[in-house]
């Protein structure tokens, strides 16, 4: 049976996510072919799953498992019942809003729905701005319409309330899972705070005030590993153009990230080495995710 194509967009006034292409009976055909030959290859790279917990990281052949998964954003019913899903706008400011690609269908072995999801950036929107072209019969031809690349692998499969998945950094964002992930223990946090990175004066006066918030976002640091991979002087620039009072130190040739111990202070650092903050691409503002709230202009 031929597949829908359906985006995961940003949170609707009506609180409904899902939008839906309609596309042409060829297109749909192509679509099948090639998302279900990714579902394989997604699949055959399994050779153990490993329980979700927020801290492992998973090696090649490796997927996260997250059972018992709240499917909040009705993907399931949008592929049961793809008509009663809204189509997309096909204009730049709702194509800015995806937040994901996604199809499915029912497994007729289990009667479980299969959902499968691919992550979605705006480097995939062809935009009409501008002059976009593609070569076809030898030759280039104006693009007239807004368009979507689609990514050549699956981030995630739901199939029932098992969701699956190989990057979390990823999978936060097309989906909140903080539910789904344990708090940092008192050993978590010294471990982080004995980070080449980053410099704490007073561990047990940290380990005091970190409350479930706190916990929480430290977990999701070291997930991430940003700290690893970013260089100082990055984090840093970034800092710097959103206003954060990042204060460093340096010890033996390293520049290390001071961690306050004022909660206020901290949540801030924390906030920020999480990504919370990001630029509005049509405004140049700053915000805070979530919340949405302006910090600076």
Known sequence: MPLNLFAITSDSDNGNRAARFKLSEQVQDELTIYLKNQEQQFNDSIENEIKFDGKYKPDPGEVLIIDHYNDVDNLGQAIRNPLGIEEIDPSNKAFQSIKALFTGYVDDTDNNIVVLIQNFDKRKIISTDGLSIFHSANI?????????????????????????????????????????????????????????????????????????????????????????????????????????????????????????????????ILRFLDEDYFTSSISKTHYLTNSKRIIRE
């Not at 903080?178 to 990175?197: C, L």
């Not at 561990?203 to 970013?230: A, G, H, M, N």
């Open 140 to 268: 280039y031809k104006k693009i007239d319409g807004i368009g979507v690349t689609l990514d050549t692998k699956l981030s995630a499969i739901l199939k029932g309330k098992t969701l699956k998945f190989h990057s979390f950094h990823t999978l936060r964002q097309i989906f909140d899972v903080s539910n789904y992930y344990r708090e940092a223990t008192d050993q978590d946090i010294g471990d982080f705070a004995s980070q080449s990175t980053i410099k704490v004066d007073n561990l047990p006066e940290l380990i005091r005030i970190s409350d479930s918030w706190i916990r929480k976002k430290i977990s999701l640091i070291q997930q991430s590993r940003i700290l690893e991979t970013v260089p100082m002087s990055r984090i840093k620039a970034i800092a710097g153009q959103f206003g954060i009072p990042l204060r460093t130190a340096t010890e033996q040739g390293n520049e290390l990230i001071m961690l306050p111990t004022k909660k206020a202070d901290l949540k801030t």
